[in-house]
Nanobody, 117 residues
Framework: QVQLVESGGGLVQPGGSLRLSCAAS????????MGWFRQGPGKERDIVAH??????????YYADSVKGRFTISRDNAKNTVYLQMNSLKPEDTAVYYC????????WGQGTQVTVSS
């Protein structure tokens, strides 16, 4: 059974940084596009970034709202995906989730990111 476990969230001041991790188990995801998604208060869950590894090159995509501030990466040997978040803003406050892109597995519990002074 596939399990996705997100971690690394927390409370941070505007302008701060966090690094999220997503550990996947139950199968190998090295051939899948993996994504980070977020759901803010009263909002729908949206894609934040995704990463594709072709076997030689890595391709990344970012939502306009996080471009230049967030960086997605993956460690296929560890079956783990990361999201480095810099210059955080209050509007980045949300629960962050990972999944394949498009999502094909049950969502994990997510990790809460709160940006507030």
């Amino acid at each position: 059974q596939v399990q996705l476990v997100e971690s690394g969230g927390g409370l941070v001041q505007p302008g701060g940084s966090l690094r999220l991790s997503c550990a996947a188990s139950g199968r190998t995801f090295s051939n899948d596009a993996m994504g980070w998604f977020r759901q803010g208060p009263g909002k729908e869950r949206d894609i934040v970034a995704h990463i594709v590894w072709s076997g030689r090159d890595t391709y990344t995509y970012y939502a306009d709202s996080v471009k230049g501030r967030f960086t997605i990466s993956r460690d296929n040997a560890k079956n783990t995906v990361y999201l480095q978040m810099n210059s955080l803003k209050p509007e980045d406050t949300a629960v962050y989730y990972c999944n394949t892109h498009p999502p094909r597995h049950l969502w994990g519990q997510g990790t809460q990111v709160t940006v507030s002074s």
